[in-house]
């Protein structure tokens, strides 16, 4: 298949796996290629967040002092936001799998988007975001774990646990997500990782834990609080 083919694949989520491993070699061969493939990410990344000018507006003062990673997370945030609100505003009271089912969507990759030469490891955990990105999920966690016995870093954590999440791995994607200091650490992911846990707990149907990481995003100036509490109100 032809280049544009597998860039059309790709984007489409179409892509199988003989594809997906033409395209990885094409971006490791062609400089010029890999070039205009991640322009083209990005702009498509740019394109879906300023469909959402509004809320996008809503947060310029908060990002105005933030690095362009942070930015990017934020704006990944509010993303989520919008995915679930249409869908919400017709339902009715709902049991933790159909809620679970409701608010999930995996977390955008905006480590690849913000900055891809900021840090090697992140640089060289490419076919990691690759896989993610392509929603094959269960490479993607294979290969961030094998990332991840040479490098720790937030990003890759955070990652990992979200390919086994989505996945449908709720009960090691929580043990991942717990077993790192994310406070300590003072990740951007730190907020972020609780929402998740508290949908992964809905997932397993642990409401109590669930409840008590999303009062957490709740109570915090994330731009997941208001979705956080929109949860919590379903869960009452």
Do not use: C
Request: aromatic share 14%.
């Amino acid at each position: 298949m032809n280049k544009e083919g597998l860039v059309e694949k790709y984007f489409s989520g179409q892509l199988t796996q003989d594809e997906f491993q033409d395209l990885q070699k094409l971006l490791n061969s062609d400089e010029d290629f890999s070039r205009e493939f991640f322009a083209e990410v990005e702009i498509s990344q740019t394109i879906a967040t300023k469909n959402h000018q509004p809320l996008k507006e809503r947060f310029r003062k908060l990002d105005q002092d933030r690095s362009s990673k942070t930015r990017w997370i934020t704006y990944a945030a509010v993303l989520i936001g919008l995915l679930v609100l249409s869908f919400l505003f017709y339902q009715n009271r709902m049991g933790e799998q159909d809620l679970y089912s409701a608010y999930f969507e995996p977390y955008p990759d905006v480590i690849n988007l913000s900055n891809r030469s900021e840090d090697g490891a992140q640089n060289s955990a490419s076919q990691a975001f690759l896989y993610y990105n392509a929603g094959d999920f269960e490479q993607a966690a294979k290969a961030f774990q094998k990332h991840l016995e040479s490098n720790r870093s937030a990003s890759l954590n955070f990652y990992y646990g979200m390919s086994l999440l989505a996945n449908g791995d709720a009960e090691q994607a929580i043990e991942v997500f717990q077993n790192y200091s994310w406070k300590e650490s003072k990740s951007d992911f730190t907020e972020v990782v609780h929402w998740y846990l508290g949908l992964a707990y809905l997932k397993i149907k642990d409401t109590a834990s669930s409840r008590l990481y999303l009062e957490q995003v709740a109570q915090s100036d994330h731009p997941l609080k208001e979705r956080a509490t929109q949860l919590l109100e379903e869960l009452d």
